[in-house]
């Protein structure tokens, strides 16, 4: 149980898709805490800022209740603090945001930001004027230069366009780590059963940025074990069933129940685009070729 008034170090952001640019702030982070015995945090917002204030959704890459956790394991910080982006909030000064929210309600001794981070009424707090806040306050600031990677700023939004296109590859490479969805597994409507090949089932959050309709190679995380996978995303268009988009893996030589039960998914490669069969014994004999094909990418990784 972290103290009410324990003294913070404060990695400021909204941490979504908690990529290596945030991975960088985290660890900063970590590390100021330990050097001043203190608590290391994440501040961060309740909703994406943009949603508010332009009234269109931000699409995110991880889902609103995934957030918390994986921030946390990414991340290695002692909590995350979740703020009410609200009409306060959004019109609050970027000096009285500093110093009566983190330092006076959080007891900010060490603030960490990225250098295009933008906060307070119409985004007036620089890094800059953070830097000069927190010298006249006397506590520690360190303003984190972004990532690069192949020339590219690792951001947010270049890793949502990865993410439309398909490009599962290029946006692990951004992230540090696979795009996963993650849920409790439902009863579904029993199609792969059918066909032969079981699978199970989750909602596709609808706040997530959602890759292109199709096949995945995949692997899938249940009750602390790894498993390799076929994942679908889709509305089952061969059984015209007008379902709402869900999130299928089929689970390679796995005969277990998972109902009930909270996994992720991993989503390694893209094989596919869903599409509509003639009949389920063309959709059958696509699936086993997309297993075939799943094998094939797990041998050829494990001999790299």
């Known amino acids: 149980m972290i103290e009410k008034d324990a003294k913070r170090a404060i990695a400021l952001g909204y941490f979504d898709g908690v990529h290596c640019g945030h991975q960088a702030l985290m660890k900063l982070a970590v590390q100021r ?8 945090s994440v501040f961060t917002f309740n909703v994406h800022p943009d949603t508010v204030i332009t009234g269109r959704r931000v699409p995110l890459i991880t889902s609103e209740a995934r957030r918390g956790a994986e921030i946390r394991e990414r991340g290695g910080v002692d909590e995350v603090i979740f703020a009410r982006f ?3 909030l959004r019109n609050m000064d970027w000096k009285a945001f500093v110093d009566d929210v983190l330092v006076g309600q959080f007891h900010a001794c060490w603030i960490i930001t990225g250098r295009n981070n933008r906060f307070g009424y119409r985004g007036q707090g620089t890094p800059e004027r953070l830097q000069e806040e927190c010298a006249r306050l006397g506590i520690g600031c360190d303003i984190v230069e972004s990532v690069m990677i192949d020339n590219i700023v690792v951001s947010s939004t270049y890793i949502r366009q990865q993410l439309a296109m398909g490009n599962m590859e290029r946006a692990a490479q951004f992230l540090g780590h696979p795009y996963t969805i993650a849920g409790v597994v439902q009863h579904g409507r ?28 995949s692997r899938v995380i249940a009750d602390g074990k790894t498993h390799i996978a076929v994942t679908n995303i889709g509305v089952h268009p061969t059984f015209g069933l007008g379902d709402k988009p869900c999130v299928e893996p089929h689970i390679l030589d796995f005969d277990g129940d998972l109902y009930g039960k909270v996994i992720q998914v991993e989503l390694l490669h893209f094989l596919r685009p869903e599409r509509q069969y003639a009949d389920s014994e063309l959709l059958r004999q696509a699936i086993a070729d997309d297993i075939t094909r799943t094998r094939e990418y797990f041998a050829a990784s494990q001999s790299e």
């Not at 805490?33 to 290391?40: H, I």
């Open 86 to 88: 609200n009409e306060e």
């Open 190 to 217: 029993r199609v792969g059963r059918t066909l032969g090949f079981r699978t199970v089932n989750l909602e596709l959050p609808e706040e997530m940025q959602a890759p292109p309709f199709g096949v995945y190679v």
């Open 33 to 40: 805490a330990k050097e001043n015995g203190a608590v290391s």
